[in-house]
């Protein structure tokens, strides 16, 4: 592979506190120099120039929640179509979600994923595998087996686990594997048959409402049991004040907790929902704007970690029901990184720990390589223009789904290139 310096860069890597113009130089599969001292190095012979005045290169975006058709739901995404759509937004490794037919509850479907995206992916693919068999909440699977196989983390996905001695297990061996427990927390009987967040709206559409205590009930109990065991706990998504306030103290109590949010929780509430339109029917569902805004700032003062696009595709035959009827989830791939642009320049996050919660710090979490531009890292990232204007179009969209809550929606700021180790994936 040939040698590819990117001249006159913005450099942002929030994992060496860097925001600065310079030169990034890859050579093969690793980044050889990345910052301002690398405009001083020259380029060598024969090396590639690409001069990125005005453009931003950062670490490739890792998402760290990911729902996958394959195996079972070809038909909504492919593990390869993911990873297409992935490149297009800069997204460089995913974690996929174990909500798949059959459930990636053994080793041999860890084996299957890591097998299939080495020979159809274009960006890194990691399995993390489920916490019970067959997502049921009941029995536990083989962490051992499963962490040894390639799993990167425990979760049950879209399904909360009501049992509290099963979760206590969980987070006692997790931890004795060094591994994480990714938990989505709403109570089912609390959320009962709500399809919307609880609230005047819903009451205006005629619409039964999902409380914020379904969220923040099991989430309390999740929190005193990481306490209890020291176990690794990351709350996949939250969505609600309360339930930011609820991590922050845990964190304050010296819990190993880490939290994350999905990009429709930052960008949307729920009043996009307007006329019944089941592209916004998500889970958790779009909230109050005032639990938007204490989103915005759980993840400007670190309590919420992790930015995630949360991706989910579903088709036409699920989404074009009646909004009680409608599946849940909305996919994001492509949009991830333009959505939370909007949080940068409407002055609510600086560019710096926008991209630490979307990429350094998922990165870290999941104990993955990617999330930084430090010299003999493995050359993934992508060159952004942060101004450039753009319209989601269902036309313009890679997934095999289409069930955006963007659709329409005029973004800024658009990836040009995406390179995985070394290598261009995407090239607008």
């Not at 759980?298 to 009680?324: E, M, N, Y």
Request: net charge negative; glycine share 10%; proline share 4%.
């Amino acid at each position: 592979m040939s040698t590819t310096v990117f001249e006159r860069a913005r450099i942002v890597d929030p994992s060496r506190g860097m925001d600065e113009v310079g030169s990034v130089i890859v050579d093969g599969r690793k980044i050889v120099a990345a910052g301002k001292a690398a405009l001083n190095q020259g380029a060598p012979d024969g090396a590639a120039l690409i001069d990125c005045a005005g453009k931003v290169i950062i670490p490739g975006l890792v998402d760290g929640r990911v729902f996958i058709g394959e195996p079972g739901g070809e038909h909504r995404e492919t593990i390869a179509s993911a990873s297409v759509a992935a490149a297009a937004g800069g997204i460089t490794s995913i974690v996929m979600m174990p909500d798949t037919d059959p459930v990636i509850d053994n080793v041999a479907l860890v084996e299957f994923v890591l097998r299939t995206a080495k020979d159809t992916a274009v960006v890194n693919i990691f399995p993390a595998a489920a916490i019970t068999k067959g997502l049921d909440g009941r029995e536990m699977t083989e962490f051992g087996l499963l962490r040894e196989a390639g799993a990167v983390a425990f979760t049950d996905g879209r399904h909360t686990i009501s049992s509290a001695l099963v979760m206590r297990r969980a987070l006692t061996y997790a931890r004795d594997f060094g591994a994480t427990i990714v938990h989505e927390t709403q109570d089912a009987d609390l959320a009962s048959s709500g399809v919307m967040n609880e609230g005047l709206y819903a009451s205006w559409l005629g619409l039964s409402g999902i409380p914020r205590e379904a969220e923040s009930i099991p989430l309390e109990r999740d929190l005193a049991l990481a306490r209890l065991t020291r176990g690794s706990y990351h709350a996949a998504k939250i969505s609600t004040a309360i339930a930011a306030g609820s991590v922050a103290r845990a964190k304050a109590d010296g819990a190993n907790v880490t939290s994350g949010v999905s990009i429709h929780n930052l960008s949307l509430n729920e009043n996009d929902v307007g006329e019944y339109r089941t592209f916004f029917r998500l889970t958790p569902p779009l909230r109050a704007e005032e639990d938007r805004l204490a989103m915005i700032e759980a993840v400007r003062d670190g309590t919420v970690d992790i930015i995630v696009s949360s991706h989910d595709p579903q088709d036409v035959d699920t989404k074009r029901l009646p909004f009680a009827d409608a599946a849940a989830g909305a996919i994001g791939l492509e949009t991830l990184l333009g959505a939370a642009l909007r949080l940068y320049h409407n002055g609510d996050v600086p560019l710096p720990r926008l991209i630490e919660t979307l990429s350094t710090a998922p990165a870290r979490l999941f104990g993955l390589p990617g999330g930084t531009l430090k010299p003999g890292a493995i050359a993934d990232l992508a060159l952004v223009d942060l101004d450039e204007p753009w319209i989601v179009s269902e036309s313009g969209i890679r997934s095999r789904s289409k069930n955006t809550c963007f659709e329409g929606a005029r973004l800024q700021g658009k990836v040009l290139q995406t390179l995985v180790a070394g290598r261009t994936v995407f090239s607008a």
